[in-house]
């Protein structure tokens, strides 16, 4: 008589979905190099002068590699306590993934116009923008995983849960406050996201468990 | 005396394989944000306009991103079920990758096309061709591999094994259907491919097999 | 007192140097879509003309594809003959990776001149030139290899050696005469290396080992 | 009651950091091919004359292959020696990789200027930075890693660290030594790069440890 296989052994295993992420991790933090154009010399222009107009391009180069090498280091953190995924979860993760591998594109778009004095609002709000998508989609996972403890470590402390959770909103509502900034003003919110990216950049706080006996993890 | 060992030792293992087209997958899908180009801005145009124009270029990269997602995770998914492999199913599998890498052009062209009116109808007929060339290798594959149990594992039902074969014709079936469908009108060739999308975003079903006691396994 | 530990633990894992190639491979081969351009039209031209138009590259996509893709089959074969690696083996496949990522390049070249009469010939041979680089690397590789059993397991036997050693010298020279030949006719040099690619993607040929009882292995 | 698990389970293994490097590295290596542009012919140029014209392309692709090659092998000899991994040096990692990513854009620099007699010199001497920065982050890695033996092998010699360093520091201030000798010279400054480049090729030492008995290692 057929019978079915547990369901979960057909799923992912999340170590695959990390080896995978990982690969597209690897790319679009590489990727960010081709945006940045070899100078064409006009006239008597030095290429020393050239080089260094380029500023902004190697600036977006800069934050937008330690944007994506910051989210590849917490990706393992928090893979860490995901014990199993479901079909919705790799969903959720391949979008997650989408807005990480799209950063390249805002990247360059800030680069091209952030000298550009009256486009450079929109190109720095629209940069914010890019920033926000992975953050929205990286709170949804949490979400989607920690409801009922439905796939994380069922030894999490809700404790470290809630404040884990109330960090990653937290997270999310300053970027979209960088929006909200670099409309008023484009350099106040270039600063804003730096200052965001310079506090991610910080180690991630420990999780805590409720078992007594950690010795059989 | 020269002996010859057993032959499925050379032989790439399914877990090699696996890893290599994961590599593929994670790269052509990175690689699609390469085709939204910055966009360089005429006369008084803003840069907010000049960014919204390429709202094709956005759905392109989304569609194709969560077909190449759903690929790969299927990948995974049909990949438990293949216990051993052959030359000539690396090379299906080499075939297979071809038209995933493929993938980007077909995209770029219906992203550059789609809101040029003469010619949508067959930048919709060619990325309905794009999408099909995977479905069509994908079904080769599979069917090269369940041929005798061949490639298999041996303990699947013929059931499941059957109707997993008529779903992957169908798919086929459906997007050869997608291409006619875009011959006559491109929106709704459009609309076809990503109904077609959302059907196979949903969980796959799970394998069934004839043995009783799984344990084993 | 200070003491060496065994050079062969410092030296990279032929696992190693395999992954690493994985990842050369996948991306050299997924590289190639990125030579086929979205093409613009001109006057009254439909796409589809445009698309057609292209059908040079799609050829140098395919033919490229399926040959990175053999030299991946391949490189596992080969590898699981090598045991172990040194340091200037690990320099040899350097420079086999750096012949592999430089395919795109000639591919392309051979895309964009192979319907231009007069350049025809040029395109042709530049191409052959570029098959012929990686072949080069391969059989440098697997010379120093096997030169007094070095890398590969010792039980090999030497009959297996000779005969792969005297194959794979034969492909260098028939890329070689596919450049000569190229150099009379261009098209006769693309039907050679066709040839070349389609005697290249059968299966390779078993190892045959000195040893009679191979349970050990 | 809440605990706190060992902090250096969280804390991203030196095995998954090799292997996110290694993808880095594969990329890259693997990008550079992307700077060697189809030539279009002008006027009656023939276009082996043309691809001639590409030399310099073709120096910088594998000048820079080399150097990415040699870090990649270096990368794995250097993390047979960490034993542990923080925060902060999983940081400095992604800034070392950031460095070698960045490689291909001074690479495409030398490459279009080089045979441009006035900005041959500026060229030159942004490759040998271009080099350097690499250089300075990869000793930043080693000399943080073995602050009191902090993340290495605390079996490692110290007089193995101390020359080891000195080897580090000495290759910082020979690249540092390219670059003022390419602001006096281009041509000069090239061959002390390619010297260096010589010298990095040969195998490193072997280590050296203060334990007597190795095999428990």
Redesign the interface.
Known sequence: ???????A??Y?STQ?IE??S???????????????K??H?EGSE???SA?GHLWSSYLG??FS??MI??Y??NH??IF?LYKKS???F??LN?VF??CI??L??PT??LA??IADEP?RQ??MT?YAFGLLLPAISWVSMWLYAVKGHRLVDPNL?P??ISKTTRLFLLSNAMYFAAILVSLWNGIAGLILCTSLTLIF???PS???????N?ND?
């Open positions: 008589m057929p019978i079915k296989r547990n369901k052994m057909v992912l695959r080896a995978f990982d690969g597209v991790f690897a790319i679009a933090i590489t990727l960010l190099v081709l945006e940045i070899v100078p010399l030095s290429l020393w080089l180069y800069i590699f330690l090498g910051v590849w280091a393992h953190h860490n479901d079909h919705y790799v969903l391949v993934l989408m591998s799209f390249p594109f360059a778009v091209a116009y486009h929109a190109a629209f402390s404790a470290f950049i910080q180690a420990e999780p805590t468990y409720i078992v007594e950690i993890h």
